[in-house]
């Protein structure tokens, strides 16, 4: 809704300007791009792809991004400044972007719709060439609305260009957005390229993004068939060590696979979509930095870590600082991500033969060193037992992985926090991970064993037989394989959605909000909530209709004639009628 405001406004302004007689006054515009002059060609089209490539680093760049914010409501991490859901309302949401990401994105996907109802405003070369550009922008919509209905549950679907004011959105049900996106996937798929440029959008992608889609649309067959495409397809899992660091030999293949720098070279065979984003662009056209060390990093650094002595152990400086970073913990990893999910076959996180759990790719607790040189502990092990609160242990010293979050900054004069480097959007893994999934739900344990397998076995860890495939497990491994890298939250929330529709585990459709598997399984797994953590002000709390995030109250009130629900649980809710179920 900003975005029509703005529209307004600058219309405003501009016939007061044009109205004036003074020269002076005369805009005198830096360029003349405007819609009726940039597409007119395929070049303009192209134009905006772009763009909307762009705004898939929103996902992975800045200051708590988008996936960040994932993992804070997950099994696998918690939100320490913002531990009480109950403060989480649709006029307020502290410092994580759960009310800001609903309006973000509905202006990503104004850009699709720009392209989609514009397509067949000029003459093409060929079907191929506008088929092509159209998938991509259908891909964008799609991949959005994925990301919008398993975080707000059932939204507005806003099927073309808006050019004028519109005060009469109705809410979508989310089945029927689901179809939606379906169908466009499917055109998507039939009509975009194998082989694309970086960042671009290709055929694997467009069934990778399908595969989720079936899942969630409980076409458990669909999504065997799509997710085999990419496996057979021109991607193969890496089992041998590759790219910027092959002669260290302290290094292993999966520290190897993560290195932003390896992302899309030509021997990485398991890379289906990634963004791109590189310090060495022009400034404009590269982000902040993906801050990893940032947001899941401990703050290791602070003076809440005492020596024996009770003064500050630590300092913001060195070597440990450049390797670990300015930690802020925005995602404090569980206990269960650190400890308990490498417990297997008798071995634990100590000992276990897991490559991602390795310890040359993990920091331990017991491998943070006093590096304050005025410390009487300077070079000991930090002894968390000198901490002047128990509660500082939660955010100032945890075990993170190293391997995952080390991205170092290319200004060596800037905070550390994680710097420029191209990142995973979708790989293979996660594409062998899924057609397990479907498998789990069709009930065919062997060969979903068989697809986990692929990816253990790459990662050295013990295989799995079929009697142990769970919902949960798989969960577990897509943790092992794709911290930082998955939407967390939104997958939590289909495997939810599933789960009800298909009246599984005491878990339905219509007490979605009062029972969920989301919610259960934070619940068992991230003591956060069961130890009551208490941090400025708030104490963790959560309840199951947090599962699904509140819709900002602005747009519901600035929609005066339509109506746009509220999810159940928060105020508003009252107010909500049958969504529609259909997309004209």
Same mark, same amino acid.
């Given at each position: ?215 969630? !649309?409980? @076409?458990?067959?669909?999504?065997? #068939? /799509?997710?085999?495409?990419? +496996? %057979?397809?021109?991607? &193969? ?24 720098? !390896?992302? @899309?070279?030509?021997?990485?065979? #398991? /890379?289906?979509?990634?963004? +791109? %984003?590189?310090?060495? &662009? ?39 600082? %450049? ?262």
């Amino acid at each position: 809704m900003k975005y029509i405001a703005k529209i307004i406004i600058i219309g405003l302004l501009t016939f007061g300007i044009i109205s004036c007689s003074e020269e002076w006054l005369e805009p005198k515009p830096k360029s003349f791009f405007s819609p009726e002059n940039v597409y007119v060609d395929k070049a303009g089209f192209e134009s905006l792809l772009i763009t909307m490539r762009k705004d898939l680093k929103r996902e992975h760049t800045g200051n708590i991004h988008f996936i960040s914010a994932e993992f804070a409501v997950s099994d696998l991490g918690s939100p320490w400044s913002q531990l009480d859901f109950y403060n989480l309302t649709p006029n307020t949401s502290r410092y994580y972007p759960f009310l800001s990401f609903f309006t973000d994105v509905y202006g990503f996907i104004k850009n699709t719709n720009v392209v989609i109802s514009r397509i067949d405003n000029i003459e093409w070369e060929s079907d191929q060439e506008k088929n092509a550009i159209l998938a991509e922008a259908l891909w964008h919509r799609a991949y959005w609305y994925y990301r919008l209905i398993h975080t707000y549950g059932d939204v507005p679907f806003i099927n073309e260009e808006i050019s004028g004011a519109k005060l009469d959105f109705y809410t979508h049900s989310r089945w029927t957005i689901l179809d939606k996106i379906q169908s466009d996937l499917e055109f998507a798929a039939t009509w975009l390229p194998e082989d694309v440029g970086l960042g671009a959008i290709s055929k694997g992608a467009a069934n990778h993004l399908l595969t989720k889609v079936y899942l969630a !649309n409980s @076409n458990f067959d669909k999504a065997i #068939e /799509t997710a085999t495409k990419i +496996i %057979d397809g021109p991607y &193969a899992l890496m089992t041998e060590r590759f790219g910027v660091d092959l002669e260290d030999k302290n290094r292993n293949l999966i520290w190897d696979l993560h290195r932003p720098k !390896n992302f @899309n070279i030509a021997q990485n065979t #398991e /890379t289906i979509l990634t963004f +791109i %984003d590189r310090y060495e &662009a022009p400034k404009d056209a590269r982000s902040n930095g993906l801050y990893t060390m940032r947001l899941y990093g401990c703050q290791w650094m602070q003076a809440q870590v005492l020596d024996s002595e009770g003064s500050p152990g630590m300092k913001a400086s060195g070597a440990a600082y %450049d390797s670990l970073g300015r930690g802020n913990a925005n995602v404090r990893l569980t206990a269960h991500y650190q400890y308990h999910i490498w417990n297997y076959g008798g071995q634990s996180w100590k000992n276990t033969q897991d490559l991602r759990r390795a310890d040359i790719n993990w920091q331990d607790i017991h491998e943070y060193k006093y590096n304050n040189p005025s410390s009487v502990d300077y070079g000991k092990p930090v002894n968390p037992a000198y901490f002047a609160n128990p509660v500082d242990t939660f955010k100032h010293l945890y075990a993170v992985p190293h391997y995952i979050l080390y991205v170092p900054m290319d200004d060596p004069t800037v905070t550390p926090v994680g710097g420029n480097g191209d990142w995973y959007i979708f790989r293979l893994a996660e594409t062998y991970l899924l057609r397990a999934e479907a498998y789990f739900w069709k009930d065919q344990l062997t060969l979903a064993a068989n697809d986990i397998n692929q990816v253990r076995q790459r990662a050295n860890a013990i295989p799995i037989s079929p009697g142990e495939v769970t919902i949960d497990f798989i969960f577990d491994e897509r943790a092992r394989e794709l911290f930082a890298e998955e939407p967390r939250h939104s997958e939590l929330l289909r495997a939810s959605y599933i789960l009800a529709n298909l009246n599984k585990d005491g878990y339905t459709l219509d007490n979605f909000s009062e029972k969920n598997y989301y919610y259960d399984r934070v619940m068992t797994y991230n003591k956060t909530y069961e130890q009551k953590i208490e941090l400025l002000g708030n104490t963790a709390n959560m309840a199951p209709f947090h599962a699904l995030w509140p819709i900002p109250s602005n747009v519901i009130t600035a929609n005066t004639l339509g109506i746009i629900n509220q999810n159940t649980g928060y105020d508003g809710a009252e107010n909500n009628v049958a969504p529609l179920e259909t997309i004209e």
